[in-house]
């Protein structure tokens, strides 16, 4: 019989953690803002103010990214497991272990049908590489289909798209007969959209199920992977919400390479920094988790907003507030960074089979189409800060999503008080006292070198540790410093798209929902143009008065014209699939572990993707496979939690909530 003896996850001096992030980040800020005062010492009063409130935002901003950067940087160093600070013990899968019901659920919402069901197959297929059959010596079988079943959840609204889905569920089910049940369901309207669509999954077959993981369109996930969460959660009965950190991959235009390389180096680092400080406190990131399904239907249902969209209504950005209604239910929110993050010379089995894997946008306008439903229901949770009951860390992850986006204006308001100052000290009289420089070189340099040493970090990291998995030291050297230079380049054009957003949101815009392009898509001169004119012009404009009143001014502030001017050109060329190709190809940069190591859930995919049939047909009576009615429902209530009130006396131990729980679906 598995030990499932509970056990709470071991996280300790968080305490001490968090106080030395928070004691390191303040006295950068002080001494940065002391700095600061002294170059803007001469100011009148009014500016000195300004100045110095815009530019401590800023600066802590960048500080607690640094300081966070460097946790991380450390733990990873030291090959220590950010939780509990032991040295990573990668835990070998085994369906040996299961002892529970895990639904796999799959929200889409008129998805393009061939990669969105070719990446659930080949996690699928992953999946059942690990069942017991009787084959092994001493053992009797045990399906997959015992401990998993599969729920793609469907919002579509368009008939036709609708049938095409049921045809390729209709196919999928007949693949995978008597292996793994795989289930359809369709609403008839998408209330509440992706939150509504997973609830309403909950109040029907929740109870037959003690976890969900939950999967994006786009997300795909090895069976290695899949098994660690169940298993984790199995033995660490206290935990509500497991978030893994998934990667990007399958890019092919130069953005999506960029991007992609990015989060491959950077984003184990940094997120093992966040974890080391935020403790079982995390985030939730909506996708590629797993999810205690009793404790997410006692604590975690959304209220609407009060007042009209875009800051009422129903809320957007789901998953920061669900994490955060988990954690004030007296359940523990885990941000997993040793499942997957394991690129090692010395273990490629490691390497190659834990995976958690997503797409993104393949260009910049997408991105940024992206970035505005984001930053709306970021936004939104600003109004949540006081929310009754809440976990300090819940209301710090409201207030760190929405400044994400509102650095954006802060930085940009920054900018635009030092070019009037510089305007301001070349026209003012020359009796007037002297102003002094808006920027002082060596703050300047003090703060460039914090916003780019975390990708230093990040650099020295994988060239200490995992240089194969980049391609070689020196690839990843060349890499590094090309994304980098493209990282400074984007930073104007989203502070320009972000500030944009936010005053139409203030001026009451809300956005639509719309289904996120996936796969590649080249931008034409024209679209592109369309978006990104105004900055070229604004930035062209900047650029020649600061050169006209100081050319000191106009060197300093090359970061953040230049990109503007080039706006046009690099989303154009970024969109391109083919210097994606000559970067990555013929010159060899911009390599991943996703293509270096080469996990065979991605050779799946691959041949699944270039195999499917867009139009899947029974070959014998030549018509769609007929589709399965889902089982049978065993209703349930998910009340709407409130914000305005919460009785925390009436809070029930977790261990005891998931022994029943564990009881009643057995």
Known sequence: MPNTIDITPSIPWLK??????????????????????????????????????????????????????????????????????????MEAPSARLLVSRTAIVMPIFAEPPIPTFAGLE???????????????????????????????????QDASVAELEEAHVGALQRRFANKLAIHYRRRPNNEGRKAGNIAEFCRRWGRNYDFMIVLDADSLMSGATLLR?????????????????????????????FTQFASALYSPMLAAGQSFW???????????????????????????????????????????????????????????????????????????????????????????KRDRRWLQGNLQHLRLLGGAGLHPMSRLHFFYGAFAYLSSVVWLGLLVCTSILVSYQVLSDAGEKDLPEPLSLGLLSITLGMLLAPKLLGLVLAFWQTPHAFGGRLRLLASTFLEMLFAALLAPLMMAW??????????????????????????????????????TITGLVWAGAMV?????????????????VGAAPLVKYSSSGTWGGVVSHRLGLLKTPSNCLKPPLLDDFAKLMSESDPHPLDPITQAPFVLQLPPAERFSQMRCQSFQQFDRQSLVAPSMTSTSTSRETN
Not at 35 to 63: D, E, H, K, Y
Not at 240 to 252: D, N, R
Not at 351 to 368: G, V
Request: glycine share 8%.
């Open 548 to 564: 006209s009143f100081s050319p000191t001014a106009f060197g300093w502030l090359t970061p953040a014209w230049l990109g503007l």
């Open 229 to 257: 969460m169940v298993q984790r959660m199995q033995r660490q009965p206290s935990i509500g919400l497991l978030q893994t950190v998934p990667i990007p991959v399958g890019q092919k235009t130069l953005f999506g390479r």
């Open 122 to 156: 080949a996690t699928c297929h992953s999946l059942l590489g690990y069942a017991i059959d009787d084959s092994e010596e001493g053992e009797a079988a045990r399906p997959m289909s015992e401990h998993f079943e599969v729920f793609v959840l469907s919002d579509t």
């Open 16 to 89: 001490i953690r968090r106080a030395f992030l928070a004691i390191m980040v303040l006295i950068s800020s002080v001494a940065g803002c002391i700095a600061m005062s002294r170059v803007a010492g001469s100011l009148s009063m009014g500016w000195q103010i300004t100045m110095l409130m815009l530019f401590a935002l800023t600066f802590t901003w960048i500080a607690l990214a640094f300081w966070g950067a460097v946790c991380g940087f450390v733990v990873c160093a030291l090959r220590r497991d950010p939780l509990s600070l032991r040295k990573l013990d």
């Open 498 to 535: 972000h500030s944009l957003f936010i005053i139409n949101i203030l001026l009451g815009r809300s956005v639509d929902w719309q289904t996120q392009h996936r796969g590649e898509r080249s931008l034409s001169w024209r679209e592109t143009w369309q978006h990104t004119g105004w900055m």
């Open 278 to 368: 935020q403790g079982d406190a995390a985030n939730y990131w909506g996708h590629n988790a797993i999810i205690r399904t009793r404790a997410f239907m006692d604590y975690a249902g959304l209220p609407t907003l009060s007042g009209k969209p875009p800051l009422g209504g129903e809320i957007l950005s789901h998953d920061f507030v669900e994490a955060a209604l988990l954690k004030r239910g007296g359940w523990q929110v885990i941000l997993d960074t040793t499942i997957t993050t394991a690129v090692s010379r010395h273990d490629p089995y490691a390497s190659a089979s834990h995976n958690s894997f997503e797409a993104m946008p393949s260009n910049l306008l997408d991105f940024a």
